[in-house]
């Protein structure tokens, strides 16, 4: 046998196909060994990432996906249907096609989950990690046939500190969900290739779909597939590749989905666009950038800007060209002995091709998340070899001894991720220690900046956020966000005269931006001037048909006008697009007053509050109309409600003087 091998490396280079070890060795008598390890690593994994369940950080385009999608937070059939059928231009995430991850996030929202209570979302993406690590240790066992080996590599897997970003970050479910389901996939398809079942085939099919409508980096599983039947499986040939011509059409057609989405909702930049050598060096640059984060994982980060310039001057662009030219004529070469080596490396490089910048479509050079599915085919290499040295047999060291040493290796390595998985949990307690954690590692990454800007907005740090969001125009002065969301702080700021400059700009830079012309016309509105107002409010509808905010606005405007039928209309739209905008239902109520429908203004107003029960104005608008219906026990409790919320509020304590001077109210707290 020994000269057979030797004369077909002679003559092919390459070694003779190595056994199936899952074959020879999986025993019906280690399924509870696997088992127990498999339920002892889920709860090892589920504690080191528990921290996550109270991380309160959202992350760059959170928003979409939470805070401002109005489908995701009005949960029901139509949504899901939406979902669904916006296959080619997503109307409420930019991007691709993604159904499943969205109406996962969904969900969660229906049983709790909103942007100021973000544990539904981390409990679901928590359970998803812990699954993954489980259908990551199954599979090693069943392509090596050893339990401990394959336990051994999947808690590793589970506690690298890698996996933090898709688990801490809400928009990432997609990434979580398509590895879920293209680890079924991977399974089902060993399992057909044992046993030639058509029903696993079937299966395997079923759960390509599935991963490739979470997230469309799944489309390189056939090609995966293909590399397990190089090796470990070692069944490839013309059965093989006609088994995956089903897969391929599938990934052809939605890899043109996903394109046509992105190019038509966000951007693209193909390669023709880029100098000539960008692409080399990006690729260059990723394949040992990741290989050195997954090695030593130091300083994460959900932003890694992409080096500027992106040359050979910048080391690491330097060390990746170095690297790629060492790393790949040495694993061409272990083919001499074995096929692992270089099949475990090809499948991490295919698996994480879609997102190495070939085709343009984000603004970071590589993402920690980006390696969650390829790093599989590592683990590959790492079962491969430890099974390799959990069943050698040498006389110079005892099995007893060796196994103790690779325990004792794992559990030093393994205490090492967990501490640096729970620093790195730390940075995701609130959105202003990620995005300062952030702006530490790229302090020049002019996103960062607005973002952190948006976020000090939000919590009404109106002069904080105009800082930041000056510091992202000096980094990046064709920011039509950084300009657009400036002004609206100026605005806030009663800055009027300075904030318009900055609307204008932003739709020089953009003009079709909806929020410029909305913001502009508030600003008009503010003036006086409703005339102008509305034709911005309708040039950002003619932009966005599905702007609520814009319809609001619109409305408000009208209103003034004596068009009422026409701004009811506008509130209702904005209404229908997002049943929770409390504005618009407290909106739609005053105009109900003014059409003399108490009763349904009424029941209106209690809507808003339902959503917004803290807004002092409505419970004061609320409680006198209530006072003018003679529902005195009730106005009075909804003027209470606005002084406890704010006890300076001067038209609800004016309002409870009123009642006690017709003699309804005894005295006033």
């Not at 050598?277 to 300083?299: D, G, M, S």
């Not at 003027?639 to 300076?648: D, K, M, V």
């Amino acid at each position: 046998m020994s000269r057979v091998r030797r004369k077909a490396k002679k003559k092919g280079g390459r070694p003779a196909p190595e056994p199936d070890a899952a074959r020879e060795r999986v025993s019906p008598r280690q399924i509870p060994l696997l088992i127990g390890l498999t339920i002892a690593v889920a709860g090892i994994v589920l504690a080191v990432h528990w921290p996550a369940l109270s991380a309160e950080a959202t992350s760059f385009d959170d928003g979409q996906y939470l805070t401002r999608n109005y489908l995701v937070q009005n949960p029901s059939w139509k949504s899901a249907g939406r979902f669904l059928g916006e296959v080619l231009e997503p109307s409420t995430v930019r991007g691709y096609y993604q159904p499943l991850a969205m109406i996962s996030l969904m969900l969660d929202h229906a049983i709790g989950g909103r942007a100021d209570n973000l544990r539904p979302f981390h409990r679901t993406s928590l359970v998803l990690h812990a699954a993954n690590t489980v259908l990551v240790i199954v599979l090693l066992y069943m392509l090596f046939g050893r339990a401990w080996p394959a336990a051994v590599v999947g808690l590793l897997f589970g506690l690298h500190p890698l996996t933090v970003e898709p688990v801490a970050w809400v928009g990432e479910r997609k990434t979580l969900l398509a590895m879920f389901f293209a680890l079924w996939c991977l399974l089902l398809y060993v399992g057909h290739a044992r046993r030639m079942s058509w029903k696993a085939y079937a299966g395997c099919l079923l759960m390509y779909v599935l991963a490739l409508m979470s997230k469309p980096t799944s489309i390189p599983l056939p090609v995966l597939m293909l590399l397990l039947d190089y090796w470990p499986l070692g069944r490839l040939g013309r059965r093989a590749v006609m088994e995956k011509l089903p897969f391929l059409i599938i990934g052809g057609a939605f890899g043109a989905v996903t394109f046509i989405s992105q190019d038509r909702t966000a951007s693209t930049t193909l390669p023709g666009e880029y100098p000539p050598t960008r692409i080399p060096l990006t690729v260059c640059h990723n394949l040992i950038f990741y290989l050195y984060k997954i090695l030593w994982p130091a300083n994460l980060s959900s932003h890694y800007p992409v080096p500027e310039p992106l040359t050979l001057e910048r080391p690491m662009v330097l060390a990746g060209a170095i690297g790629t030219c060492l790393l790949i004529p040495a694993l061409l070469i272990s083919l001499r002995w074995t096929r692992a080596l270089f099949t475990g490396w090809l499948f991490f490089f295919t698996a994480i091709l879609p997102t190495m910048g070939v085709v343009g479509f984000t603004i970071v050079i590589a993402s920690d998340k980006f390696a969650y599915l390829p790093s599989v085919g590592l683990l590959l290499v790492l079962a491969w070899l430890f099974s390799k040295l959990w069943s050698a047999r040498t006389k110079r060291v005892a099995p007893t001894a060796r196994r103790i040493g690779i325990a004792a290796v794992v559990v030093i390595v393994a205490a090492a991720e967990s501490v640096a998985t729970r620093r790195h949990l730390a940075h995701w307690r609130d959105t202003e220690c990620h995005y300062r954690h952030m702006i530490t590692l790229a302090p020049r990454a002019s996103i960062l900046h607005l973002n952190l800007g948006n976020h000090f907005l939000s919590q009404d740090r109106v002069d904080e956020g105009i800082e930041q969001l000056e510091r992202a125009l000096e980094l990046k002065p064709d920011s039509f966000r950084a300009h657009n969301n400036l002004a609206n702080a100026l605005v806030e700021k009663n800055r009027i005269e300075e904030a318009v400059p900055h609307y204008h700009r932003a739709l020089e830079i953009k003009p079709d931006f909806a929020d410029a012309y909305n913001g502009l016309g508030i600003v008009l509105a503010r003036k006086g001037d409703f005339e102008a107002a509305i034709v911005h409010y309708e040039k950002a509808l003619e932009i966005n048909p599905d702007y609520p905010e814009a319809h609001n606005s619109l409305g408000a405007a009208l209103a003034p006008r004596g068009e009422i039928d026409r701004a009811m209309m506008h509130f209702r739209k904005a209404l229908e697009i997002n049943r929770n905008y409390a504005e618009a239902h407290n909106n739609a109520a005053i105009l109900l007053i003014w059409q003399g429908k108490a009763d349904e203004a009424i029941q209106t107003f209690r809507r808003s509050l339902r959503i917004q029960p803290l807004d002092a104005d409505t419970h004061c608008n609320l409680a006198e109309l209530l006072g003018r219906e003679g529902r005195i026990v009730e106005a009075l409790a909804e003027y209470n409600e606005a002084l406890r919320i704010n006890p300076g509020h001067a038209k609800a304590r004016e309002g409870l003087n009123g009642l006690r001077g017709q003699g309804q109210y005894p005295g006033v707290p």
